[in-house]
């Protein structure tokens, strides 16, 4: 947590207050803060701010704004990857929103197990995406969508995604062209389960204009090979 | 697990047994192997085979020598890393073996709790390298340094590490110069702990020859860190 995000409500009066619980108690355990000391503060949707800490209680902080810090430019990617297992959900989109992705898409795929859709981690979503933003130090939320079948995503959505200015990449091992870097332009990116997409996906995928492009031949898991992606196609950013 | 990696001992007649438990189940579990399958097979340290199944039983499955496959190549970087949390250690050395990282230093600092050099986790090590290099396909463990002492690491053994076509970047939000990507030599990263080094540590490191460089604006954890920076400084491989 590199700042505490605040919904815009707590940010109404001079004085801001933080007392949700799990706030509270980062600040508490991590930062042992005191009266005097400064904040790093986010208002989601909103502007981040160094703030003054002026009061502490049990059961809340009160902070007062000093100034406006630059909120961090986001990746202007589309990450379009297939539901992982529940476990790797949470870290997933965690990791996703760390590194500014823009908007990510959860795509259901032959490989991934139909029990995954039912998660009550998918209900957490927005929880993921605040811990995602507080440890990036960033306060405006990525796009989520879900779409649980495959082909009418392939099919009709995503084309409008794609344009020459913004390609989409679908990973994959077989693929001969290398996935590109230093790109200077927006994509998507598209990742398969574990197992990888089958050949009838991956052909559905470049027919609706994706390139397939390898990784090299190490195989990732996709919680691996996500970041190991974002750093090389934007290393220019 | 992309390949089974055995023993060289496991090697030696004409049939080779696999008869690990934890090898056994995920074949049986994961992959629904029949008589007459094939399956991709590392020799630890040695040569990677493509092999076909021959017999299973509940104790074993016995496979026979096809044809030789190549060994992904490592990438030329030694990864120097404060000691994560237990938790994160596993994940940390797994997802550094899979990406196929050289040689990696596990290094005490200000920030790192003392009691993570007791974990169990630590002697869990080539077992997290064993998973790393199956993911992978790899069959080459990479060389794992522990540190315990910050100040004797970077002034006696870094400066070892370091020459003009060898450079060693330690990542810094406050540095000026941003990373490097698509490199064309070898080097070495630093990645500091949650929290990140201390200013002592930073002009330390900087002192023995080490550049401070800067990756973006938003703060990574640890974890998310390393692949992001191995996908950005090896872009071009």
Chains 1, 2 share one sequence.
């Not at 989109?93 to 029990?115: C, F, N, P, Q």
């Not at 195989?219 to 950013?237: K, Q």
Request: charged share 20%; net charge negative; with cysteine.
């Amino acid at each position: 947590m590199n700042i505490v995000l605040l919904d815009p409500r707590q940010t109404q009066s001079e004085i801001w207050t933080i007392s949700a619980k799990r706030q509270l108690e980062h600040l508490q355990t991590h930062l042992d803060i005191q009266v005097g000391d400064t904040l790093k503060v986010g208002i989601r949707e909103g502007k981040r701010y160094l703030t003054e800490i002026v009061e502490i209680s049990e059961t809340s902080v009160q902070l007062k704004p000093l100034q406006e810090e630059t909120v961090p430019e986001k990746l202007p990617v589309t990450l379009i990857v297939a539901l992982p297992r529940p476990k790797v959900l949470r870290r997933l989109i965690m990791d996703a929103v760390t590194m500014g992705v823009e908007k990510i898409i959860l795509l259901h795929s032959y490989r991934v197990d139909k029990s995954y859709w039912q998660t009550p981690f998918l209900q957490q979503l927005d929880h993921y995406l605040e811990l995602g933003l507080e440890q990036a130090g960033d306060t405006i939320a990525p796009e989520i969508a879900l779409y649980k079948r495959f082909k009418p995503f392939v099919e009709d959505v995503l084309p409008g995604l794609i344009s020459t200015n913004c390609p989409a990449f679908v990973a994959h091992p077989y693929a001969e062209q290398p996935m590109p870097f230093a790109l200077q332009h927006p994509c998507s990116i598209v990742i398969g389960p574990e197992g990888g997409f089958i050949p009838y996906e991956i052909d559905l995928l470049i027919k609706n204009g994706c390139q397939a492009v390898n990784l090299g031949n190490r195989i990732l898991r996709t919680e691996t090979a996500i970041p190991y992606v974002l750093g090389r196609l934007f290393s220019a950013s």
